[in-house]
């Protein structure tokens, strides 16, 4: 992502963002003709338009192809990926995830299915809104307010830098645990779950940081293109494969990680990792991807 912030900010002061993207010769570039200001706020009209600008520029893409990122219309990286996948990296995480959700106990002595429920098909149930306390929850915020509504204190929670590995375990594990089943996220008929949506969509497309970059330019404006070595994936297909192992960072990485790491590296201050700025974001991101089959932990570069 560093390469990519740096060719995209030299060829932004030099000829344009344009100039820094090379089509991809097995994809078709999408032309910048989407504008979200004029398309309708509510979620199902919304979500249908965006994945259909996506079908008519990509049309080589399936759309039950979409949660394999760059996989899907990638021909070398697919071929990369089917190296790597030869001896999975993910399968430690996940054994590591599985022993964690096993063994761990909270202060009373309960484990932390008590506060979310059985592992298999956990996971294909979040981010959801809950109209109780008007908010969206991911997977891993729940875990990690599961642990601090017990007692334990936030330093040693799995929010906490230290904890943090063990929440991606955890996340890995759970993921597995749902593979095969379609995201199914719903935006309930309350004007708050409606707004949340609507801001995580306004965090997809608002323009930030000193790159003047949003998630937009990279996903949808240019998706397919190449950026230096890296190609740029589909703004659909998201969160299916969430947690990731990267295999450039030789770790595993939560959705909230990825995207805080993407502001980040766009030279702006991220909002707060768990802020309801965050968790919209991935309730947008993750209703555009309804319908398709989760695919976590997944392998990325």
Known sequence: MKKLVTTLLIAAIGTGVGTAMAADNNAPSAANNFNPLN????????????RD????????????KYNMG???????????????????????????GKKFWEDYRLPNGKPLSSCVG???GLRAKYPYFNTKDGKVHDLESDLINCQLNAGVPKDKSLGSKKGYKDLANVSAYLSSMSQGLKVDVKVPN??????????GKHMFFRKTGQLNFSCAD?????????????????????TTGFPVFRYSKQGMFTLNKRLFGCMRDTRT?????????????????????????????????
Do not use: W
Not at 54 to 62: E, G, L, R, S, V
Not at 74 to 90: E, G, L, R, T, V
């Open 118 to 120: 059985d592992a298999k």
């Open 190 to 199: 309350d004007p708050k779950a409606v707004a949340a949506f609507n801001n």
């Open 218 to 238: 990279c996903h949808m404006y240019h998706a397919t293109q190449m950026a230096r070595s890296e190609t740029l994936h589909t703004g659909i297909g998201n």
């Open 39 to 50: 398309n309708p706020s509510d979620p199902a009209k919304f979500a249908q338009e965006y």
């Open 269 to 301: 201050i991220p909002f707060k990792q768990y802020s309801s700025n965050m968790l919209d974001l991935e309730y947008f991101l993750a209703y555009i991807d309804n319908g398709l089959e989760i695919n976590g932990p997944a392998l990325r570069k």
């Open 70 to 96: 760059v996989y899907a219309f990638d021909k070398d990286a697919f071929s990369q990926y089917q190296d790597m996948m030869q001896f999975p990296p993910q399968d430690d995480y996940i054994a590591a």
């Open 53 to 64: 600008y996506f079908y008519k520029n990509f049309p080589q893409i399936p759309h039950d």
